[in-house]
Structure formats: C-alpha cells, structure tokens
T-cell receptor, first 111, second 113 residues
C-alpha cells in the first residue's frame, strides 16, 4: 500500500489559517487522498477527500499538488475545537474500503 | 438520531477471559469495520464485513473473532489468545465496501488486568 508522511505535530493560533502537509510520493493513479481527524478519546471523523482537483467543503479545503505526490489540508480559521490528530490516508478505489492510518499530525491550537 | 454506537465506553476484564464488544448502527450501512488503536498510534484494521453473514480478516485478526448475523450489528470478541488486548477499540461503518466515507463510533477502551 502507498504510504503517507506527515509531521508529528504542529501548532497554530486561534482564528489563523492552518496548513497541514502530507507527502505521498508513491501514490498510484487510482489512489484517493482522504483526511480524517480524531479528537481526544473519540472516534475519527471524515474531513475531506479528493483525487486530482482541489476540493472544498464546510470543514476544510484540500489542495493537491499537480504531480499528486503531496497534498495540504487547509483549515481556514482554526478554533480550539480543531485541536485533534489529523490523518492523511490513501485509499485505492477497489473492493474493500480499507483505510490505513499512519501516525497523523497532532494539531495544537493556542488561544 | 442515526449513528453508530459502541458499548460500554470503558471495560475491564481479567486476563484469560474472553470479552465481547458491542457495535450497532442504524444507518442502514452494508459495510462494518473493527479497528484497534494503541496509545499514540494510528488505527489498525482487525476485521471487516461488507455484507451480512460475510466477514474478512484485517491486518491484525489473530486473537479476535467477529460475527455478522444482522446488518446493524457487528460484535467483536477479544479472546484469551490475544496477547496484548488492552487498547482502544473503534467500530466503523460505510454505505458499502466501496464508499468514500467511514463513520466511526465513540470507541470502547478495554483494559485487561
């Protein structure tokens, strides 16, 4: 399976934008890029996903590099409730919806 | 409200005992999954089921068993054969095995004494 690399932790100030990077240099043409986040002592929740084009939803934006070897999750205005571990995951579009979670990035938001 | 529930939130068992963790969903999803999470680590897939009466082993199935007799229920049994059962267990579901999004329950923290 294609792997992802993320920084272990990042810090942000409240109400400022946050850019969470993810490297996936061995991504294949059929791999989708998914982002989930996990708040302390809770199950992960879906944030966003994309294939080639940049994506926006009410939670975040996903910027995908032209060569697809990296992507960036963008939180436009961080709040204290955004403090969580953010996972960047590659999922192959075949039978069996497997999500392989790496270590993720722990985002800390300072008031 | 529609969702996925796990009970109990905290569970304590003595070493050598089997224990069954509950997972129920009322989202009418076909696919369900069990993951294990150790402190500071990501999630690892234990078992998954794409349809009733069918399930497949994930990456770390040894020492665990599951059943899928009903669409809404996917219980996980942690057997005495599991060497290090203390962990945070997460259940998830998706519309089907090819769906983009998995929905997770709140998790059960199992401690084996």
């Amino acid at each position: 399976d294609a792997k992802t690399t993320q920084p272990n932790s990042m810090e942000s100030n409240e109400e400022e934008p946050v850019h969470l990077p993810c490297n996936h240099s061995t991504i294949s043409g059929t791999d989708y890029i998914h982002w989930y986040r996990q708040l302390p002592s809770q199950g992960p929740e879906y944030v966003i996903h994309g294939l080639t084009s940049n994506v926006n939803n009410r939670m975040a934006s996903l910027a995908i590099a032209e060569d697809r070897k990296s992507s960036t999750l963008i939180l436009h205005r961080a709040t204290l409730r955004d403090a969580a571990v953010y996972y960047c995951i590659l999922r192959t579009n075949n039978a069996g919806n497997m999500l392989t979670f790496g270590g993720g990035t722990r985002l800390m938001v300072k008031p | 409200d529609g969702g996925i529930t796990q009970s109990p939130k905290y569970l304590f068992r003595k070493e050598g005992q089997n224990v069954t963790l509950s997972c129920e969903q009322n989202l009418n999803h076909d696919a369900m999954y069990w993951y294990r999470q150790d402190p500071g680590q990501g999630l690892r897939l234990i078992y998954y089921s794409q349809i009733v009466n069918d399930f497949q082993k994930g990456d770390i199935a040894e020492g665990y068993s599951v059943s899928r007799e009903k669409k809404e229920s996917f219980p996980l049994t942690v057997t005495s054969a599991q060497k290090n059962p203390t962990a945070f267990y997460l259940c998830a579901s998706s519309i089907n095995g090819r769906a983009d999004t998995q929905y997770f329950g709140p998790g059960t923290r199992l401690t084996v004494l």
